[in-house]
């Protein structure tokens, strides 16, 4: 059968499975295939686009894809998904940008920054907002480099075990989580327990980290029922198969191969779905794209362990540290010898120095089941 002579909605599958350079050609082939291609509700361009956009950090984009905003045939709907979530220097140094609505440009600015980033707006337009003169092109500098001289405080969240969480913040110039909680647990008699930490989820520009400390306490009143709440929304599962993916990353580089693999938790009840929904503002990074729901990425590691404790029978004890750390081009290279996207391989190595502002509004955003009995702005008990 002649291609043309298919139903719209199937030609538009198979122009989707074509490279963008091969798309490009065959939308300038005739008036039927140029009208397809260009109808918005077709859109077969999506699927190219999203294959570059979430291609590894490594590759580069097609050629093509630079200067798509001249093509009359690609709908500017998806500019919204490009500007959300591509590269920073390539959006700011290679591609040609679209002319796009200020409330287009406003959309891609919630989807792709923290809420509390919007601080930097003022009273300038959007597109200000979103590009050089703002958000993106700072975020590109800082990634690249030890810059501080636009956010000369860096805030930062502290879960505490009694239901309470405290924003505080220090000087970003010496910004340094590891030093900031390892004095937290030498104030609170807990320098002798090792600290972990854990990638809550990533973006394109940032990736919240929670810093802890597990424990077999001997009683529940050190224990923060917060920390598990905040890594583990009350419901959400995943599977067994993942959780003994999970262990088997955990002990690789263990000498004790007997470990025994964890029990396969119950199925839940009930929609969970009727009670959470995927984050969308801002969009999670491909290898966090069904937050808070499990991402079967290799990345997402939330989950150790099962029921109540974390990996080992343990809890989490104390406060839990959350920071906003910006993503370089080596930030997601595996940096140390253990398990990747773990502990200490999160921190150490290069492209892991330069961190951001965490507040309440981006805590509310990525975690909005987790509630808090009192918030502390500053140190100290809220009195």
Request: hydrophobic share 35%; aromatic share 10%; with cysteine.
């Amino acid at each position: 059968m002649h291609l043309e002579a298919l139903p719209v909605e199937l030609i538009a599958d198979i122009l989707a499975e074509l490279d963008l350079s091969s798309l490009i050609l065959v939308s300038y082939l005739s008036r039927r295939l140029h009208a397809i291609s260009s109808d918005p509700s077709l859109n077969p361009w999506r699927q190219p686009i999203l294959r570059n956009l979430q291609s590894a950090p490594d590759e580069s984009y097609e050629l093509a894809m630079r200067h798509l905003s001249v093509r009359q045939t690609v709908p500017r709907q998806n500019w919204l998904e490009i500007l959300s979530v591509a590269r920073a220097g390539w959006i700011l140094y290679e591609a040609t940008l679209p002319n796009l609505k200020e409330q287009d440009w406003e959309e891609c600015f919630k989807r792709r920054f923290l809420p509390g980033w919007q601080k930097w707006k003022k009273d300038g337009s959007w597109k200000e907002a979103y590009l050089n003169c703002r958000i993106l092109g700072r975020v590109h500098h800082r990634s690249h480099s030890s810059c501080t001289a636009d956010e000369a405080w860096t805030k930062y969240i502290m879960l505490n075990r009694n239901g309470s969480a405290n924003e505080m913040e220090a000087n970003s110039r010496n910004f340094n989580p590891m030093v900031l909680f390892n004095e937290y647990k030498l104030q609170n008699n807990l320098n002798h327990l090792e600290t972990h930490i854990r990638l809550v989820v990533a973006f394109a520009d940032v990736r919240i980290l929670a810093f802890g400390v597990l424990n077999e306490p001997r009683s529940a009143f050190t224990v923060n029922r917060n920390a598990r709440t905040f890594l583990h929304p009350p419901g959400v599962q995943k599977s067994s198969k993942a959780d003994a993916d999970d262990w088997r990353s955990i002990h690789s580089t263990s000498s004790n191969e007997d470990q025994p693999m964890p029990e396969s938790q119950p199925p839940v009840i009930g929609d969970i779905n009727q009670v959470y929904s995927r984050l969308t503002y801002p969009i999670p990074a491909s290898s966090h794209a069904n937050y808070p729901f499990y991402t079967p990425s290799g990345i997402d590691k939330r989950w150790f362990g099962t029921g109540e404790s974390e990996e080992g029978g343990r809890q989490w004890v104390g406060g839990m540290m959350l920071t906003a750390q910006l993503v370089g081009p080596q930030t997601n290279e595996h940096a140390i010898d253990g398990p990747p996207f773990q502990d200490m391989d999160l921190v150490a190595g290069a492209g892991r120095s330069q961190y951001a502002s965490f507040t309440w509004a981006d805590l509310s955003a990525i975690a909005p089941w987790l509630e808090l009995t009192k918030r502390i702005d500053g140190d100290g008990l809220g009195h």
